[in-house]
């Protein structure tokens, strides 16, 4: 069955550093975020990506943020200069076209555990 | 911004005995869906059942029902002849309906369920 992967699993970096983490979604699907957990917090909504543009972000996805899709297929996210409390987890997660959307499921990729020192 | 609220942390269930999680939601809005996602231990999150506010029955997938009840705004999750493989993380997530820009969901802080063999 088709999954979300997304690399790396668990990346560490000190503060100020540039940190791109990777989703690869699944094929056919057209609507892509990222989503975040602060460790013992509720899942966060960051960004939607649809088209080659962002549709949707929430005040979280400042400047620091932001996403690309370079090659059709990988789905990026990067955090230009790490703050410690960009510590988290952070989830990729893909929808397909609108017809076979299910009412809205997301499928979700394992998530990319960031370490801010 | 919607809020979804799961007031129970954790949870712990005997073997083939019955749990309920809770889950409520505030909106103004009419058309919404509602979904309960399961995520085991360093595994993704999957979608174990949605709700379409505009439908009064409530939605079963095998061992999985929901309790929803529009005007107290409150969705639970009743597990049946719970199994070992049912202990995860459950969480609780809303989305606006078909409106512009309808992209995310707000989930809720989530409940860890114990599965006791």
């Known amino acids: 069955e088709p999954e979300v992967t997304q690399t790396p699993s668990h990346q560490v970096t000190q503060m100020g550093q540039e940190v791109i983490l990777r989703c690869v979604p699944i094929?056919?699907?057209?609507?892509f975020y990222w989503y975040r957990q602060i460790l013992g917090q509720k899942v966060e909504f960051l960004v939607s990506f649809y088209n080659n543009e962002i549709s949707e972000k929430s005040e979280i996805f400042d400047d620091q943020f932001s996403v690309e899709r370079p090659d059709g297929s990988n789905f990026t996210l990067k955090i230009r200069s790490t703050k410690l409390e960009d510590s988290a987890m952070y989830f990729c997660?893909?929808?397909?076209?609108?017809?076979?959307?299910?009412?809205?499921?997301?499928?979700f990729g394992e998530g990319s555990r960031l370490t801010v020192l | 911004a919607q809020t979804v609220t799961q007031s129970q942390p954790e949870m712990s269930v005997q073997e083939a005995e019955t749990v309920t999680l809770s889950c409520t939601y505030d909106?103004?809005?009419?058309?919404?869906?509602l979904f309960w996602y399961k995520q085991p231990p360093s595994r993704q999150m999957i979608l174990v059942i949605r709700?379409?506010?505009?439908?009064?029955q409530n939605a079963t997938e095998n061992r999985f029902s929901v309790n929803f009840q529009k005007a107290a705004k409150s969705f639970s999750l009743k597990i049946s002849d719970s199994q070992l493989g049912d202990a995860a993380m459950y969480f609780c997530a809303y989305r606006h309906g078909a409106k512009a820009g309808a992209n995310n969901l707000f989930f809720g802080t989530g409940t860890r369920l114990t599965v006791i063999p």
């Open positions: 997660a893909s929808r397909p076209p609108t017809g076979l959307a299910l009412s809205g499921e997301l499928f």
């Open positions: 709700q379409e506010a505009y439908k009064q």
């Open positions: 094929s056919n699907h057209l609507y």
């Open positions: 909106t103004s809005e009419s058309d919404y869906y």
